[in-house]
């Protein structure tokens, strides 16, 4: 395979390329067959904080509903609706404890000024990223201050993409970041392709710079080779700016193959997920 001509194809001619990989021909499929199978990521089960921290009970509500010593406010969900409806809310935190495993909150409450709540509190107002739900954000809240993964929402895939660019956008703790690529990586092969395309968006972008996320790029790519026309709706400088960097995954993924992660020793090959169903599936290469 000339991977070189096939990039220079695709963003000289996008309008073309665009007609013909998303035919009904499907001729990346051919491609699918022939470059080597996505190798599952791995898993190791984090251990929890110790119980001497009472990190988790700072978020207890005092007598007078007050968070103690909170000094952070994350909005999350859609603007438009407020912070008090059934897709936005706000969760009280602590700078410290956020900052601490997430370097890029950290950051950006650091360069935050100080707002006066109705809560009677004095915090930074963050913004979280409109796609990812409340649901998730308190997950994501729960595991940074007890260290114990509670997922009830382990099963659903669009919830897992939005956990897999909460912890790609924000360099989360990385049992987040591997969490829901396992999760992903047996749930795409069933999914709709749109849910390949959410995933390949995030771990091939600037979102997933620097973060561990190469087997699941490939994963999504290889879904993507064998079902382009879900790119028949996009216009052709983002179909071959996608094309291209489809290509440069699966070119790196034939001539530097990465070896399956094991899990790691003593925990077996499923995970535990406390409050909701564990990917106890064993990772096999299903449906690739």
Excluded at 50 to 73: C, E, K, M, W, Y
Excluded at 129 to 144: A, E, H, N, Y
Excluded at 197 to 224: C, N, Y
Excluded at 272 to 279: A, D, E, L, T
Aim: proline residues 8%; negative net charge; aromatic residues 6%.
């Amino acid at each position: 395979l000339n991977f070189w001509v096939l990039k220079f194809v695709t963003l000289t001619f996008p309008d073309l390329t665009k007609d013909l990989i998303c035919s009904e021909k499907a001729p990346l499929r051919a491609l699918a067959d022939c470059i080597p199978q996505p190798s599952p990521p791995g898993y190791t089960t984090p251990e929890k904080l110790p119980d001497h921290f009472g990190i988790s009970a700072l978020l207890n509500q005092d007598a007078t509903g007050r968070v103690r010593f909170a000094d952070v406010a994350f909005d999350v969900g859609p603007a438009d609706e407020g912070i008090d409806s059934e897709k936005s809310g706000r969760f009280l935190a602590h700078r410290v404890v956020v900052g601490a495993q997430s370097p890029v909150l950290l950051q950006e409450l650091d360069s935050l000024p100080a707002q006066d709540l109705q809560e009677g509190i004095a915090a930074r107002v963050f913004r979280v990223d409109p796609r990812i739900s409340k649901d998730v954000w308190r997950m994501v809240l729960q595991f940074l201050y007890t260290g114990v993964v509670q997922c009830p929402f382990a099963s659903d895939p669009v919830k897992m993409v939005e956990l897999l660019r909460a912890a790609a956008l924000y360099r989360l703790p990385k049992a987040l970041l591997d969490l829901a690529q396992v999760q992903l990586f047996q749930m795409l092969p069933q999914s709709p392709p749109g849910l390949a395309l959410q995933v390949f968006s995030i771990t091939a972008g600037a979102t997933a710079e620097g973060a561990d996320v190469r087997l699941m790029r490939e994963a999504s790519a290889h879904v993507l080779l064998r079902s382009a026309q879900v790119l028949q709706g996009i216009q052709p400088e983002d179909f071959a700016s996608i094309m291209e960097k489809m290509l440069q995954t699966v070119e790196a993924a034939v001539f530097q193959p990465q070896q399956a992660q094991a899990p790691a020793p003593g925990r077996g090959e499923s995970l535990q997920v406390v409050g909701g169903r564990g990917p106890g599936a064993r990772l096999r290469q299903q449906g690739y």
